[in-house]
């Protein structure tokens, strides 16, 4: 059989093909006037006209259909507005490039709520909390019936009941009884919220913690009245304490005994974690780190971490061992820690052990204070003055964080108090009072700008400069101090020009970042401050930068000029998150 040419083929399926209709038309164009626009995106929504909008090939009477059914799904779509009784006049103009449909429409008065009964019978009737959301309930008498405000003041009384622990609560009657021509809406709900439950026992499956140990972790007690948020809490607890892979909890009410258990399946990770990385910091310089944590030693949850720091500028060894205290939010801490700092200011060295107790704030959000007993071990040279120190103090450290997003956050800041002091009645080389304290803002400016302020400051008691080691001095310039001077190159200085630091630092920097899409962005950023002694004498700094959202955190690089020291343009790069 001989094949067909092509050319034949298409002619003749062409040919085949079924005629468009005699009638044919398109929907070119969908007006619709007098709404607002919020009103206009809920009628659209509502039109089924609009799915024809620049169809081709539809018959005339498919669209004077659709045409004439939009007129109700208009005032259908007007209602949950207030809007009952709209009147919509439509027209449908046939033009060369097809038909245009237009809706004029007129809403009318809104109906208003008349009378509003709002009953919870039962124990929740008395509630403090509960009360206070009926009395704020929306539309009140004499608003617009908007049937979002209406819905959404429902749903709060609900969650509101659950979360309060009334959990077998039915709801009674539920009725919003519309008069269009009255302009009225007469509300009637009533809930029963039946008795108030009580935490009852906590019943825990899977390792590799004593379930006494994961119990003592829960912020409830049974008997307790029920708390939603008592059980988020929990949860929060359990995986801030780092074990488990994955925690199921859930609360079972069985009969009439208005008690909530609680049941806790826990499945462990991985005891051994271990993890390297790049340095990537001017501070201290190019390098790589390492660390290793087994995170449980033992089924009361003791957990050793160690790690070390290989950079150009420090290197450091240190170990911990941490064991959780008899409060849910204690944990005490056996450390050491070898460390090498080499810059142009200074070049240290020390040996330093610790014992901390570190308990988180139940009041403050992200808070917690530590308090610690240090014995250091230095050597240190200063202006080619070289000196061996014995440190023996307490140290007292306050911080919070809060912000919306720990690695990018839009909004959040941080604080940190930190206080130490020594005294030769104790052993320590010097007597010493040293005050630090730090402050981070983060704020979204719209959807692309963010405002980054930064601000430090400190000092010290009870002793010349001369007599304190390097790490109790304080010194400015770097990364996270004043850009565009090298690390700790701010400070007193010597008659040779040879940086000595001061007893006193205070430090500001303010940041506009602006960001292109979801990865890359632009900063500009203005920094001051100084270490000193009695004069306080700002160096200024000002520069730009770019920001790139990384995977692991936000990388800066930031071109600053030092404005009064003739040091031209310095580079600095950063990886990490700005609280």
């Known amino acids: ?140 008498v004499g608003q617009v019936f908007r049937h979002r405000a209406y819905e ?42 039946g008795p108030r439950h009580r935490f009852g026992e906590i019943a825990i499956e ?37 074990v488990w892979e994955r925690i199921e909890l859930d609360v079972a009410s069985e009969g009439d005994r208005a008690v909530a258990d609680v049941r806790l399946r826990l499945m462990p990770g991985a005891r051994d974690r271990f993890s390297a990385g790049l340095l990537i910091a001017t501070d201290t310089g190019l390098g790589a780190t390492a660390s290793f944590e087994r995170r449980w030693l033992n089924d009361r949850g003791d957990r050793l971490r160690a790690e ?47 014992a901390e107790r570190h308990r988180a704030l139940d009041r403050l959000e992200g808070g917690q204070v530590s308090l610690g007993f240090h014995l250091e071990r230095e050597r240190s040279e200063v202006a080619g003055r070289e000196a061996l120190f014995t440190l023996i103090y307490p140290a007292l450290r306050f911080s919070t964080v809060r912000a919306d997003d720990r690695i990018l956050p839009t909004r959040g800041h941080s604080a940190a108090l930190r206080l130490a002091a020594g005294s030769p009645a104790i052993g320590a080389s010097v007597r010493f009072l040293r005050v630090e304290l730090e402050g981070r803002l983060v704020r979204a400016v719209g959807r692309e700008d963010r405002l980054l302020l930064r601000a430090s400051g400190g000092r010290v008691f009870g002793t010349s400069l001369e007599a304190l080691p390097a790490s109790l001095r304080f010194f400015a310039g770097g990364d996270l101090s004043v850009r565009g001077y090298d690390f700790r190159s701010l400070g007193e200085r010597d008659p040779a020009g040879r940086v000595l630091g001061g007893r006193r630092l205070l430090t500001a920097s303010a940041e506009w970042e602006r960001m292109f899409g979801e990865r890359l962005g632009v900063a500009l950023f203005a920094d001051a401050g100084n270490a000193f002694e009695s004069r306080f004498r700002p160096a200024r700094a000002g520069g730009l ?11 800066r690089l930031d071109l600053a000029r030092a404005l009064d020291e003739p040091k031209g343009w310095r580079l600095h790069v950063r990886l990490g998150p700005e609280l």
């Open 1 to 140: 059989m001989q094949a067909m040419p092509p050319f034949s083929l298409f002619l003749s399926l062409l040919l085949l093909a079924p005629p468009a209709p005699a009638d044919a038309l398109s929907l070119a164009e969908l007006r619709i006037e007098g709404l607002s626009a919020e009103e206009e995106r809920n009628a659209r929504l509502h039109l089924g006209l609009s799915a024809l909008l620049d169809r081709p090939g539809l018959r005339r009477t498919q669209i004077e259909a659709a045409f004439r059914r939009g007129q109700r799904e208009i005032q259908e779509a007007l209602e949950p507005f207030g809007y009952y009784q709209a009147e919509v006049r439509g027209e449908l103009i046939e033009e060369a490039g097809g038909l245009r449909a237009l809706y004029r429409v007129e809403r009318g008065l809104p109906v208003r709520v008349r009378s509003l009964e709002l009953v919870v019978a039962g124990e929740g009737g008395e509630d403090p909390e509960i009360r206070a959301l009926l009395a704020g309930f929306e539309p009140r």
């Open 152 to 193: 959404e003041s429902k749903a709060a009384v609900v969650r509101m009941l659950r979360t309060r622990g009334y959990l077998g609560f039915r709801e009674l009657a539920a009725r919003a009884e519309v008069h269009p021509r009255e302009g009225a809406v007469d509300v009637r709900i009533v809930w029963d919220s």
């Open 206 to 242: 899977g390792g590799p913690l004593r379930p006494e140990r994961v119990a003592a972790l829960a912020p409830f007690r049974p008997g307790e009245p029920f708390l939603a948020d008592r059980l988020s809490e929990y949860q929060r607890r359990l995986a801030a304490f780092d």
């Open 308 to 354: 070390t720091e290989l950079g150009q500028r420090r290197q450091l060894l240190g170990a911990a061992l941490r064991r959780p205290g008899d409060h849910p939010l204690s944990l005490g801490e056996l450390a050491a820690l070898i460390e090498r700092q080499d810059t142009d200011a200074l070049e240290s060295s020390r040996l330093a052990l610790r």
């Open 545 to 555: 930068g770019l920001r790139y959202r990384s995977p692991l955190g936000p990388l």
